[in-house]
């Protein structure tokens, strides 16, 4: 028996918030992954054109004409690197779905965990550039709170007035994953009744593409909407994305003693190490086996529970591999298609691109959805699955089964795995 049947808390989602390059909210986000329209555009930008001719990657998953006001404070907006702006935006969302109101409740019964990869990157690359150019006497004096990891963290504590844990995760790609799974662990010991969690990244800049083009991690396809290709065979990299996502969770019971609407339940969660390489994924899978086979202990489930899984599969040849082997170790036969299985994994990355720190709170939403609706996100361009990819991916048209509980993985630079898993709720 898995934690989840002896868990005294159970921990529902009742908030959902997100800013992404498919659209300004939540709605926008799971529409486009639904019907499988692409939020990659071309790279752009004067940071970028000033090189021109020196990018090798030509496509990103920018969130254009962003306008800070038009979602918080500008006061506050002003204060704030692009990554946290990102940030309190979908939270400001996710409160207002949820109907929570803090000022009525304990604020020491309350805390935020955030996550982030690189945190705020652009007033870093500023910075430098205004040291170098004009001397440190010009530097701003919120140069610092901007760029810190945990600027999203402690603004959105400041802003709802939350005395509980507050927290930044940074695991590179699996940030937001594992700040689900921190908060959901900071609920189930009963320390919290609500928490606000979730990731953001805003990273699509002159220094974070050139790095990541140098690796050679970065598509060069010059198509945005056939760019990123999880899972075929011509796949060449992963399509550098920004956004954010966010969540209000809180415990089933307080959820219901204020009549909130619940849209799902988060019930298990783990996290392992490759203890491998600092960049590139164990080519056996075994940190990502170990992270799904302690998520399904700690949901108390068995592999045949999971309908759905959204993968990682940011669409490089190494890391959609040994997912796909890690997959197949763990759930055997219900994921080989060959032999009948019925288990759909799909990655949503064809869509809207890799968030880094940000990708795991953006596909928790696919899979939300998936629950709900009983429609499974496809995974785009599509075409040509590797011959050893036996699992059904879900190629090119949303598909509509019911689903009962939907597995989100996300690992990272550094060897992090984290493995979500959320049930729907029939009350």
């Not at 918030?17 to 300004?24: D, F, H, Q, R």
């Not at 190494?318 to 796909?324: F, M």
Request: glycine share 12%; with cysteine.
């Amino acid at each position: 028996m898995g934690s989840h049947a002896t868990n005294q808390h159970k921990v529902v989602i009742t908030g959902v918030g997100a800013i992404t390059c498919m659209g300004p909210d939540p709605q926008s986000a799971w529409a486009a992954m639904r019907d499988g329209v692409s939020g990659i555009t071309r790279l752009e930008g004067d940071e970028f054109s000033r090189f021109d001719g020196q990018w090798s990657a030509h496509v990103a998953g920018q969130v254009k004409d962003w306008n800070p006001a038009d979602h918080i404070d500008p006061r506050e907006a002003k204060r704030l690197d692009r990554s946290a702006q990102f940030g309190m935006a979908a939270v400001s969302q996710a409160v207002k779905m949820s109907g929570v109101d803090f000022s009525a409740m304990e604020p020491e019964r309350a805390g935020v965990a955030f996550g982030t990869g690189v945190g705020g990157i652009s007033t870093i690359e500023d910075g430098h550039s205004i040291l170098l150019e004009r001397g440190p006497k010009r530097l701003g004096p919120l140069t610092v709170p901007k760029l810190m990891v945990n600027a999203t963290a402690g603004n959105v504590s400041i802003t709802y007035g939350l005395r509980g844990p507050a927290t930044a995760m940074a695991t590179a790609c699996a940030s937001s994953g594992n700040a689900i799974g921190e908060a959901l662990e900071t609920m189930r010991r009963g320390r919290t009744d609500v928490m606000i969690s979730g990731g953001t990244e805003a990273a699509i800049t002159p220094l974070c593409v050139g790095a990541f083009q140098a690796m050679k991690a970065l598509s060069g396809n010059k198509e945005p909407a056939a760019a990123s290709r999880p899972f075929d065979a011509e796949r060449d990299g992963f399509v550098l994305a920004e956004g954010a996502a966010a969540f209000v969770l809180e415990t089933e019971a307080f959820a219901k003693a204020r009549g909130a609407t619940i849209l799902a339940e988060l019930v298990g969660w783990a996290a392992s190490a490759d203890a491998y390489h600092i960049t590139a994924p164990d080519e056996a899978g075994r940190g990502a086996r170990q992270a799904m086979t302690w998520a399904l202990e700690d949901a108390g489930l068995k592999p045949a529970d999971i309908g759905y899984i959204n993968a990682h599969g940011t669409s490089t040849p190494l890391g959609d591999s040994a997912e796909v082997a890690a997959v197949l170790d763990v759930f055997g036969e219900h994921a080989r298609k060959s032999k009948g299985g019925t288990l759909l994994m799909s990655s949503t990355k064809s869509v809207h691109g890799h968030a880094l720190g940000a990708s795991g709170a953006v596909e928790l939403i696919g899979c939300i959805h998936a629950l709900r609706e009983g429609l499974v996100p496809p995974t785009i361009n599509l075409h040509q699955p590797e011959e050893h990819f036996d699992i059904d991916l879900v190629p090119n048209e949303v598909r509509k089964t019911p689903i009962r509980y939907a597995m989100n993985n996300t690992f990272g630079f550094g060897g992090h795995n984290v493995s979500l898993i959320v049930g729907r709720y029939d009350g």
